[in-house]
DNA sequence: CGTCAGTTTGAAGCGAATCAAGAACAGTGG
DNA sequence: CCACTGTTCTTGATTCGCTTCAAACTGACG
């Protein structure tokens, strides 16, 4: 029985679902700070072509420039880092509504490599961006989301670190799957409450550093304490309060 | 015997060592952009006055607003996130010639508590930093430094992340001694090839996620194998190629 | 129906935490 | 100068969390 997810079904290259990956960005930008008409607007029109990218495909090698943002429109993709042995650490997750590949400072480069988790679809944001940048006092909203996303990036950092450092595998578990489940709500990604988990338990341990075995041990745990439901590629929080309630225990 | 530090000497409340500390925030910022003439004169005019901290004194609370950048001129401080039940992780180290407390976005606030691990001298960089801003086409090598620093910061959190997650607990003593020893050098502090070294076990077991007892066997181990020598609170690379062929393996 | 990626399970081993106690040291006050 | 104190470092014994190894199981897919 799988506890996480089937592999992806794959996208079939229609653009079709764009409509909702615009919801995710949409959503997820109107909930780091309130979008005016003039912010909406930018979006409606100045949001790049859509690009299909398949599973495993890096976005952005190490060191690239900086220079081209994408929002994802559905898909996962990530920051990785790979150690000379093959060990490798993920550094965080970008899910639907996230913005890839954005910097403020020009000349920036990639402190990792980006890479798809499965089959992902982006939408430029190269003029959304060029656009809030040339008149941010217009795009009042807009220039203060992507503060935001700089410092929730940062913030994601620093929770990793904490992960990896201090936390048991469970406590580990629990506060990333917290994070995700927030994180999709924030973006409307994810009806009721739960969210789609396309990622295999070996990447799962690769973002928290555990074993897959050990991933897969503590992911039961968690089910049998109702912390947690997995069905059908999905995870279900059945009590959000239950989850909160351990989330205050280390965090 | 110690292997590491005899408490720090503590500052004396005199401003004398100034003239070595401003070396320090020289050596560093040159390193990142070279300066011209106009930076350099920004530096020394518009640093501002130097302030004394206790070892254990919070330099700026979390959740604080950023608005009052400073450079450190003596002693080490830290970013640290503290766990409900007492566990703590150290986020990143902040040594004479780094800037703390710094964000290009004004009405940031702090990601983590910051604290001082030693005694610290500070010199406030809010002038300098304000004028910067003002005329980034007059400070242009200074301008880039900042950016630089933002870099920084970004990159060591992203290293910190690898070494908790991926590495063993040598691989991560050895990793975190090798980017304090070149960030000394950069700085132009700690003469020869080493650096002083104030921080207890414990708090080094904080930052690299081990505990204060395997900290100090893992010390032991690389002293052993000659990657590092340690005398009179100071550690001391006796081969720095010895250092640089082990951190090959891992990263 | 065979293949393959992913999940699950058990057994054994290892790396690091914990516990507890002692030694070395810095700072303090007599 | 020396006894006293508290912190830090050190060491040994034990325990525990997690990894590793190996094999079986499951479901998707061609």
Redesign the pocket.
């Known amino acids: ?10 996208q079939t290259g229609l653009t079709k679902s764009l409509s909702d990956g615009k919801g995710a960005i949409l959503s997820h930008l109107q909930s780091l700070s309130s979008l005016s008409d003039d912010d909406r607007d930018l979006l409606a029109s100045a949001l790049g072509p859509s690009a299909n990218w398949r ?1 495993g495909h890096e976005l952005i090698a190490y060191d690239a420039p900086l220079d081209e943002p994408v929002f994802v429109v559905s898909g996962w993709a990530c920051r990785v880092v790979n150690l000379p042995d093959g ?1 490798r650490q993920i550094l965080d997750f970008y899910i639907p509504g996230d913005l890839v590949g954005y910097s403020p400072r020009s000349g920036a480069r990639a402190k990792a490599s980006h890479l798809c988790l499965t089959n992902v679809v982006t939408a430029s944001a190269r003029e959304v961006v060029r656009r809030v940048r040339q008149e941010p006092s217009r795009y009042t909203a807009l220039a203060g989301a992507l503060s935001a996303i700089e410092d929730e990036t940062d913030k994601g950092l620093i929770d990793q670190v904490v992960r990896t450092g201090r ?6 578990m629990i506060h990333l799957i917290a994070e995700l489940y927030r994180r999709h709500r924030r973006a409307g990604v994810g009806v009721a409450n739960g969210f789609a988990m396309p ?7 690769d973002a928290v ?12 745990q968690l089910r049998r304490e109702q912390i947690i439901k ?1 069905v ?1 590629g999905r995870i279900e929080i059945p009590d959000p309060a239950l989850l909160a309630e351990h989330l205050r225990l280390i965090r």
Chains 1, 2 share one sequence.
């Open positions: 029985m799988n506890v996480i997810g089937p592999r992806e079904t794959g599973a060990r936390m048991l595998a469970h406590e580990r990622l295999t338990q070996e990447t799962l341990g550093g555990l074993s897959t075995v050990h991933v897969n041990r503590v992911l039961q997995t059908a």
